[in-house]
């Protein structure tokens, strides 16, 4: 059942990007990463709009980040840290890695994306908390 779903996601990819993971942007895509953590939520666990085609790479040091990420900040925002100043340190970090580590690192890549707007940062942060 699953690998069905899987094809059909990967068949329906913008051409722009068929073929690279949104991550590393350089890699194929061969697996499938779930946006919501399948343990918390297992009635998304084939549902299309939560599966990210990725490279097996990133798929595993994605989830090691994102759980970094929402362990550091769900606290600070439990606290009462404004959802933009947890975002500003995390703007931080990409920019002193993509310095040490060039444009297309897949943490600040990951990072980025996590950070892209409010609404998505809370999301990522209260999901996997």
Same mark, same amino acid.
């Given at each position: ?19 690279? &993971?949104?991550?590393?942007?350089? %890699?194929?895509? +061969?697996? @499938?990463?779930?946006? $919501?953590?399948?343990?918390? *939520? ?11 085609? &990725?490279?097996?790479?990133?798929? %595993?040091?994605? +989830?090691? @980040?994102?759980?970094? $990420?929402?362990?550091?900040? *769900? ?55």
């Amino acid at each position: 059942m699953f690998v069905p779903v899987k094809k059909k996601i990967q068949d329906n990819l913008p051409q722009a990007i068929k073929g690279k &993971c949104p991550f590393c942007m350089i %890699s194929e895509p +061969n697996t @499938l990463k779930h946006y $919501l953590p399948e343990a918390k *939520y297992p009635e998304y666990i084939i549902f299309a709009p939560n599966l990210v085609p &990725c490279c097996s790479q990133c798929n %595993s040091q994605c +989830n090691s @980040l994102i759980s970094t $990420l929402s362990s550091e900040f *769900y606290s600070m925002m439990q606290d009462g840290q404004e959802t933009t100043e947890c975002i500003s340190i995390v703007e931080y970090r990409i920019k002193a890695l993509r310095r040490n580590r060039g444009n297309n690192d897949w943490e600040a890549c990951i990072l980025e994306a996590c950070v892209k707007d409010s609404a998505t940062f809370e999301q990522i942060v209260c999901c996997t908390a």
